[in-house]
């Protein structure tokens, strides 16, 4: 399918035209830019009052360009004319159209940038095409809003906790180009609005967080900020000076709708990453938790640092043989491994999970016994064996096991049946 | 179609014995075998030394891809071993085997199960071959020709000397580990005085070389017998088919799995595949040796037989045994095979048998598991305790068990397993025994330790076409020939009336070899 693209060189266009690659189709290029992972290119401005020409066989026209910044009156205007131009010559030529908008679309926006948004949402419904609102949009490169926040959390050790705190619906940007291109792919089976982005908001802080721990790996302070404070700040100090600084997106923020992406996600069936998973620069940190799992369970039985190769193959043992999914240690159980002992009590190992809790400690404990420095834990240094410290040895490990059986005892139950620990299976 | 005087199925045990009479008489024998080989070396240092210092060594342990891993749940270390995994991939799913509560294990390889066996032999006593239908005497001869082909140790009179019944042919004992050494000093020292007499012990006699014998070198005590012997120490009859392909009466097609046998025109004709194409042979006499599953499946078909027909696997288990006055003992590469081995006698004239193996060539994750410790701890003290540690296990009588085997409706063979209602009893006083009796000889069944096996996990099966005087359908004559399948014969465990709590792959080789010999003459009589 020959797709024609505004906005290709975004945030989320880049990303559309290497999944179109992917998926056999061609995507020509509209933009100011020239672009060069798009099979063609064709100048565009939103700004510019320029006739318009989609090149000969095109049949789907997407369009994200979006003046993101210094939006004022002209500019909103010129944006919705450019939308409106865009609309006719496609609906001139009988190429179906598809407008990516915004989670802050409405008629009462409180930021111009929600209102155009809004505008062309009209329009465009009124000429049969389709509309896709995201939610907040995150993953892969560091562009768009997602990479000034990932910016702003690398720079600052401290960060404002908003109180009570906005939420929001992300969304990974790969998910949502996959979505586009069922959309684009199946159009008659899609509303004319799609809304997308997590059924399960996340407040704003829980966002920078998953920055901090997932994207940058640092740790970041948050500080309590009343959002009361911020919000009649913004107010006094006016649309212009919002504009300069840079602090419209605020505004956007504390009055962001919620979307009921549950109805669109009922239809089309899809699973979205979840936030930790999505981001790992990698879209996906699976391999990663799967790695910590692995350094868990060879910490706690090989009461050593495993090395990396080891890590891997035990990545791959999960991957080739048991789907591949983390079993969810929590995480103090990653920071102190010792602490394992309790989910091998009968409480976890029959419940939901536990067998293939065991599965992995028992594979893990293979895989490491066949290494250099498994022999030594396992076998022990032959030429140091000798009555007295088989003995001792002996003594420790009953000693050991008596305390983690009582601690079992005692713990267990109250990660069970009071912190509703479950395994992630 | 190509037309052959005599077909055998199976390169194991059971086939070689058989072939060997019949090729050196001079009678033209093709032998039809799934013929899959080793794709891996085997270890060839000492097994600590390669534990110790070897950074690939989790290539032969797991595996490059996880065999160990994939197969965790296997009733035995030898079916997580990477380098066996060509003995038993694919069996089930390649012969259409299903099993509920039984552990249905054979082999597509050539030479079949003996690539992996124990190598435990013994003769059956005049007692034990009282319902064979041909008289006792008539195996001594095939048990001593057995015995001087494959290689026998230890001619070590004790005990255990009439147990095995194997001495006069035999070759020196392979040297004892520490931990051995000690029981069996113990057992002598105690033995007029305070030993149980229902509790017998003595050097096992297994088919591993104390000495050099037909190019195949004594046994190094390297310790890596899990893996299999880089010296062919342990006999396998795998190195015999190229013994066989030096006569030229006689063809080896591997690669042949058999679906079918059915008689048609006065002659057999074997149906089977070939890489995926079908392929038919007639001939006119059809020996099965394909292993006592396979050869009921094919005789089940051949007869139309619908009912189910009984099973013998020997109950099973098996203990840990620690020796506290070798704590702190030094752990040593050793002979990995069962080193001692006793008899117990139980009540209701039931007897039962096992073997004693050092711990030191086995991988310590085959103990954890089972462990009731946390893994953390059950490291700990297994590092500690393990060097004074032997692992034994324990056979009883086959007519124990309980197990059938079922033609269902798609042609693919059921097994139905259990044990006889006895059994949970006789292994209580078992171990109740067994506990008494090592404690006298200065060693303890660790508490807990001492765990029944699931049926068909001793890998003893036999006893489907029991051979009798007067055979009915479903049973087979002296010479294994099945009734009413006149030129089909079955010589592996099928043909057994009698499973008992022994070895029982040496007394199939020297059956089939009695069958074969006896074939001999008829074949030259009828030609």
Redesign the interface.
């Known amino acids: 399918m020959k797709i024609v693209l505004t906005g290709a060189s975004g945030y989320i266009g880049t990303r559309f035209s290497s999944f179109a690659g992917l998926r056999g189709h061609t995507v020509v290029a509209m933009g100011r830019k020239f672009v060069s992972h798009c099979s063609a290119w064709i100048p565009f401005d939103l700004q510019s009052a320029a006739p318009i020409f989609l090149p000969e066989g095109t049949e789907f026209l997407v369009h994200m360009a979006s003046e993101n910044s210094e939006t004022n009156g002209e500019t909103a205007e010129n944006e919705i004319r450019s939308a409106k131009k865009l609309l006719a010559v496609a609906r001139q030529s009988g190429v179906k159209f598809l407008f990516l908008s915004s989670q802050t679309a409405r008629e009462d926006a409180p930021t111009l940038y929600g209102r155009t948004k809004w505008k062309i949402e009209q329009e465009v419904l009124l000429s049969g095409g389709w509309i896709v609102r995201p939610g907040q949009v995150f993953g892969g490169k560091e562009h768009g809003m997602f990479g000034r926040l990932v910016g702003l959390v690398r720079r600052w050790p401290f960060l404002p906790a908003f109180v009570p705190c906005p939420k929001i619906q992300p969304i990974h940007v790969d998910d949502l180009v996959f979505e586009l291109f069922r959309i684009i792919e199946n159009t008659e089976g899609f509303p004319p609005l799609s809304l997308l982005g997590s059924p399960c908001p996340v407040t704003f802080t829980q966002f920078l967080k998953g920055i901090a721990t997932g994207r940058i790996r640092r740790y970041r302070w948050f500080i309590p900020v009343p959002s009361f404070f911020v919000r009649v700040f913004l107010f006094f100090i006016g649309k212009r000076l919002r504009g300069l600084l840079g602090l419209e997106s605020l505004m956007s923020l504390f009055s962001l709708p919620y979307m009921d992406t549950l109805s669109t996600f009922r239809h089309s069936n899809i699973s979205l990453r979840s936030l930790s998973a999505g981001m790992h620069p990698s879209g996906d940190d699976r391999k990663r938790r799967l790695l910590m799992e692995a350094r868990t369970l060879f910490v706690?039985?090989l009461?050593n640092r495993p090395n990396g190769s080891l890590l891997r193959?035990y990545v791959?043992?999960v991957s080739?043989?048991r789907g591949g999914r983390p079993l969810g240690i929590p995480r103090w159980a990653c920071q102190f491994p010792?602490a394992?002992?309790v989910f091998?009590s009968p409480i976890f190992l029959n419940a939901q999970g536990g067998t293939e809790f065991l599965?992995r400690?028992?594979?893990a404990?293979?895989?490491m016994?066949?290494?250099?420095l498994g022999?030594?834990?396992?076998?022990?240094n032959?030429?140091k064996?000798?009555?007295?410290?088989?003995?001792f040895?002996?003594g420790?490990?009953?000693l050991?096991?008596m305390f983690?059986?009582a601690m079992?005892w005692i713990v267990a139950p109250i990660l069970r049946y009071l912190l509703f620990f479950r395994w992630k299976f | 179609m190509r037309s052959e005087e005599i077909i055998i199925v199976g390169s194991g045990p059971a086939g070689v014995s058989a072939a060997y009479p019949l090729v050196e008489s001079g009678a033209p024998v093709l032998m039809l075998d799934g013929g899959r080989t080793p794709r891996m070396s085997l270890p060839d240092q000492p097994y600590?030394v390669s534990?110790?210092?070897?950074?690939h060594?989790?290539k032969w342990?797991?595996g490059e891809t996880?065999h160990?891993?994939?197969n965790?749940e296997g009733v035995s270390p030898k079916l997580r071993a990477p380098t066996l995994k060509y003995v038993f991939d694919d069996f089930e799913h390649t012969n259409r085997i299903r099993s509920n509560n039984f552990v249905s294990i054979g082999s597509l390889s050539v030479g079949g199960l003996s690539n992996a066996w124990g190598c435990g032999v013994a003769r059956f006593s005049s007692e034990e071959l009282i319902s064979f239908p041909f008289s006792p005497n008539e195996m001594d001869q095939s048990y001593e020709i057995i015995t001087k082909r494959i290689g026998v140790s230890a001619n070590h009179p004790d005990d255990m000397s009439d147990f095995f019944g194997l001495d006069a042919w035999a070759q020196p004992a392979i040297p004892l580990d520490d931990l051995h050494l000690y029981l069996q000093k113990q057992y002598e020292k105690k033995r007029m005085r305070s030993v149980s007499s229902h509790f017998r012990m003595g050097r096992a006699r297994v088919a591993v070389l104390g000495e050099d014998h037909e190019g195949r070198k004594k046994c190094d005590q390297l310790g890596n017998c899990l893996w299999g012997c880089h010296r062919d120490s342990m006999y396998s009859t795998s190195k015999e088919i190229p013994k066989l392909q030096s006569h030229r009466n006689f063809s080896y097609k591997p690669g042949f799995i058999v679906n079918a046998i059915v008689r048609q025109d006065g002659q057999w004709l074997v149906k089977g595949t070939l890489a995926d194409q079908a392929l038919e042979i007639s001939a006119r006499k059809v020996i099965l040796a394909a292993g006592t599953l396979v050869s009921t499946l094919l005789i089940i078909k051949a007869l139309h037989h619908r009912c189910s027909v009984p099973l013998f696997s020997c109950p099973t288990a098996a203990f840990l045994l620690w020796i506290p006055s070798l704590?702190?003992?030094?752990?040593r590469s050793s002979f990995g095979l069962g080193q001692l081995s006793f008899s117990i006698k139980l009540s209701d004239n039931v007897s039962g048998y096992g073997s004693t193996f050092s711990t030191s060539g086995i991988?310590?994750?085959e103990f954890?598991?089972h462990l009731p410790?946390?893994?953390?701890?059950?490291?700990?003290?297994?590092?500690?305790?393990l060097?004074?540690c032997l692992v034994g296990n324990l056979f009883l009588p086959g007519r124990l068990s309980s197990g059938r085997v079922t033609l269902d409706a798609d042609d693919s063979l059921r097994i139905d397993g259990g044990h006889s209602s006895v059994v949970s009893s006789l292994m209580e006083e078992a171990s109740r025994l067994l506990h008494r009796s090592f404690r006298q000889v200065g060693a303890i069944v660790m508490p807990m330790s001492f765990k029944i096996g699931l049926p068909g996990g001793d890998i003893h099966y036999a006893g489907t076409f029991p051979m009798r005087k007067n055979p009915k359908i479903g049973e087979t004559d002296e010479m294994g020939m099945i009734k009413g399948l006149e030129g089909l014969y079955v010589v592996d465990g099928s043909c057994l009336p009698e499973l008992p709590a022994k070895p029982h792959a040496f007394t199939i080789m020297a059956n089939a070899d009695r069958i074969s010999r006896r074939l001999v003459a008829s074949f030259w009589g009828e030609h």
Request: glycine fraction near 6%; proline fraction near 2%.
């Open positions: 706690y039985v009461r193959r791959r043992v080739e043989l010792a394992l002992a091998e599965w400690l028992n594979a404990t293979v895989l016994e066949a290494t250099v022999v030594s834990r396992f076998i022990g032959r030429d064996n000798h009555l007295a410290f088989s003995f040895g002996i420790f490990a009953i050991g096991e983690w059986r079992s | 600590l534990r110790s210092s070897d950074p060594q989790w342990l797991v996880f160990a891993l994939k965790i704590l702190g003992n030094q752990r991988p310590v994750s954890v598991r410790f946390h893994r953390r701890y059950g490291v700990d003290l297994l590092k500690h305790l060097s004074s």
